[in-house]
């Protein structure tokens, strides 16, 4: 009971903590340690993805209640096909159970589904429940839920180099325009605009790398490695790394403020 009271409304000393003008604008998340989750409970791992879905629920409602512009989920990497038949089945299946029950709370909180990825290479069922998930959300204009699905920051990056040459090609886009600003419009997060690199990028289960995701829009992101599984992470953990952020030192190659 307890527990649950922290859960909804976060404990009010660690409130104080929190500096509500500096939330991130843009928080990315590796969402991981679902299946170590379920194996430490002698379950299948795909019992880890169920739960980490209900997490899924719950973070995005906080987030939102903080006021975060976007929130970046990785859900499933171009290299996450290397797993067995039955867990990508299981995965593949999950955004339709997830959006079934979701839209209309995800209409309620006012979010927008947007999402980075192949999806066109997912199934057709897949696809669809993604596609009108974005279609029935796509007027709200609060926090922006974005997931990255069949994701892979080198096969995005790949993609935006064939697509700036044949725009060089075509006379459409000349060599020496092309600045950083060019490059972060030819990426998949050029959908965020004006909120494309996230200030904050945690990583759940302990695991320190980045696994192929936003290589480009993490040049300056803080990065964060908590231990929790991603199915017992939750609001209390999202505002302990939050102010973990709001206390970190941004120089950006500058210097401290008071070295100025
Ligand atoms: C993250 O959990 C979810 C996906 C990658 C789809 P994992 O399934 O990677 O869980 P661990 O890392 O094996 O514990
Ligand atoms: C990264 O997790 C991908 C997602 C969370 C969707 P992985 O579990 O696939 O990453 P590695 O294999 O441990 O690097
Ligand atoms: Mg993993």
Same mark, same amino acid.
């Given at each position: 009971m307890f527990k649950k009271k922290i859960e909804t409304q976060i404990n009010p000393e660690m409130m104080d903590n929190l500096d509500p003008n500096r939330i991130p604008h843009h928080i990315a998340i590796i969402m991981d340690g679902n299946g170590r989750w379920a194996q430490k409970r002698h379950l299948p791992r795909v019992a880890g993805h169920k739960q980490g879905m209900e997490t899924v629920k719950k973070i995005t409602k906080v987030a939102s209640d903080l006021g975060v512009k976007v929130l970046t989920l990785?859900?499933? @990497?171009?290299?996450?096909?290397?797993?067995p038949d039955q867990e990508v089945n299981f995965l593949m299946d999950l955004p339709i159970k997830f959006f079934d029950k979701f839209v209309p709370e995800l209409i309620e909180n006012n979010v927008r589904v947007n999402v980075i990825g192949y999806i066109e290479q997912l199934p057709e069922k897949t696809q669809k429940a993604v596609l009108d998930a974005i279609d029935k959300t796509a007027d709200n204009d609060g926090m922006v839920l974005n997931f990255a699905l069949n994701y892979g920051s080198r096969a995005e990056m790949v993609t935006a180099m064939q697509k700036m040459a044949t725009a060089v090609q075509n006379n459409e886009l000349a060599v020496e325009a092309i600045n950083e600003e060019t490059v972060a419009e030819y990426l998949m997060t050029n959908s965020l605009a004006p909120y494309q690199d996230p200030e904050l990028l945690i990583r759940t289960s302990g695991e320190e790398r980045? @696994?192929?995701?936003l290589l480009w829009q993490i040049a300056y992101s803080e990065l964060l490695f908590t231990d929790v599984y991603w199915p017992d992470y939750n609001g209390v953990e999202l505002v302990r790394n939050i102010i973990a952020f709001q206390n970190r030192d941004r120089r950006f190659g500058g210097l401290k403020k008071e070295n100025k």
């Open positions: 990785y859900a499933f @990497s171009t290299e996450n096909w290397k797993r980045i @696994s192929n995701f």
